[in-house]
């Protein structure tokens, strides 16, 4: 039998039950633009749609853009909430910094994401059945041949309900360590999510899916010894009761729920110790997980690296693991405290 949420103030229902992490078309999206000289301007909402963009636009040819991802709660108190979203703000100007674009000043940035939240109200789920994913985009977005910056710039911001992420509970997931493909090299672009870091590893998880797993495990690529990320997540072990995640050297990409989780397991006893991490030592460790947005923290089953297969607890997220999942969920849905000030409500 399909269950219905009640969806406030509209007449029209969401089968939210049946929403996976896949884009669901939404009424307004949010759009600005700014030249390469003058100051960004707030921008204003339309129809979610195609975009004209020029043949030659920057983002086209030579991948000139950035993405951010965040998500807008519904809580348990029936606000509507962002989970640090100055951070994403932020972040999207370190990118902007890298790729030679204007960064959107953190007000413009916040009042779009919240302006497009507001607008599409009734695509946030209920509390605990999903979420309003929240999709900025700065691209340039104007024409240029020779490969340099392009002359304009659009700030873009749509947005998607996504059902959560594990349905029936959480369940561990096995990876793969690539032999054969790197992320990020040191000194390009793997610390800022650039759209171009992404294409290069659809193929390498394609095949790591087909061959049985989840999605791969990559080495760094200097010295194909320590582990920096599984697929778009961050990586985190914990051994003896002390949580293991690779420092960010500038070839890991700094995840803001990967920093919350270093916060939070401070805060709760645990020494946290941001290093580089083998191979070999997760391997050995007690409990791994990885982090990110989309699922929040996803526990790792077992991680295979050539011949060899180390497999963690029984099929369940270990005890630590769950522990940290609980509380931070808690928190983004506010049956925990908001112990650091993380929320940010959405005026409705
Ligand atoms: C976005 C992303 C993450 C996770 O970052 P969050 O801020 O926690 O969502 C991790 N790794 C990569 C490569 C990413 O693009």
């Known amino acids: 039998m399909k269950r219905y949420g009640r969806v406030r103030s509209m007449s029209e229902e969401v089968d939210w039950d049946s929403l996976t992490f896949s884009l669901t078309p939404t009424d307004t999206m949010y759009l600005t633009e700014t ?25 086209l040819n030579y991948g000139q853009g950035l993405f951010e991802g965040m998500k807008a709660f519904r809580t348990s108190k029936d606000r509507v909430v962002f989970f640090r979203p100055e951070e994403n703000a932020r972040r999207m100007q ?32 209920p509390t605990g059945r999903g ?20 002359p304009s710039y659009t700030y873009l911001v749509y947005v998607t309900p996504v059902g959560p992420y594990f349905k029936g509970g959480v369940s561990a997931i096995d990876l793969l360590i690539s032999e054969d493909y790197h992320r990020a090299a040191p000194g390009g672009s793997g610390g ?9 590893g659809m193929m390498p998880s394609k095949k790591a899916k087909a061959a049985g797993f989840a999605e ?33 050297t500038g070839t890991i990409l700094p995840g803001i729920t990967r920093q919350s989780i270093i916060e939070l397991a401070r805060h709760n006893g645990y020494d946290v110790v941001e290093t580089k991490v083998s191979a ?34 029984d ?10 999942y609980s509380h931070l969920v808690g928190i983004q849905n506010e049956t925990e405290e908001d112990l650091f000030g993380w929320l940010h409500e959405i005026p409705l």
């Not at 104007?142 to 340099?148: D, Q, R």
């Not at 759209?195 to 290069?200: D, E, K, L, T, V």
């Open 35 to 59: 030249t390469a000289t003058e100051p960004w301007m707030p921008g204003s909402l339309r129809p979610y749609g195609a975009i004209p963009m020029s043949p030659a636009a920057g983002v």
């Open 94 to 125: 370190r990118g902007a910094d890298r790729l030679k674009m204007p960064p959107v000043p953190e007000s413009i940035f916040i009042d779009a994401v919240e302006q497009c939240v507001q607008a599409n109200i009734k695509w946030v789920p």
């Open 131 to 150: 979420a309003l994913y929240v999709r900025p985009l700065l691209m340039g977005s104007g024409p240029v041949l020779g490969v340099a910056p392009a």
């Open 192 to 200: 800022v999510k650039a759209i171009g870091n992404y294409a290069p």
């Open 216 to 248: 791969v495990i990559y080495l760094d690529a200097e010295t194909h010894n320590y582990i920096e990320e599984v697929g778009a997540a961050n990586f985190f072990c914990v051994k003896d009761n002390t949580l293991y995640t690779p420092e960010l």
């Open 280 to 313: 070999e030592f997760a391997m050995g460790a007690d409990e791994a997980f990885c982090c990110g947005t989309a699922a929040v923290i996803s526990p790792i089953g077992s991680i295979t690296k050539g011949g060899e297969k180390a497999v963690y607890g």
């Open 315 to 324: 099929g369940k997220p270990g005890p630590i693991t769950e522990q940290l």
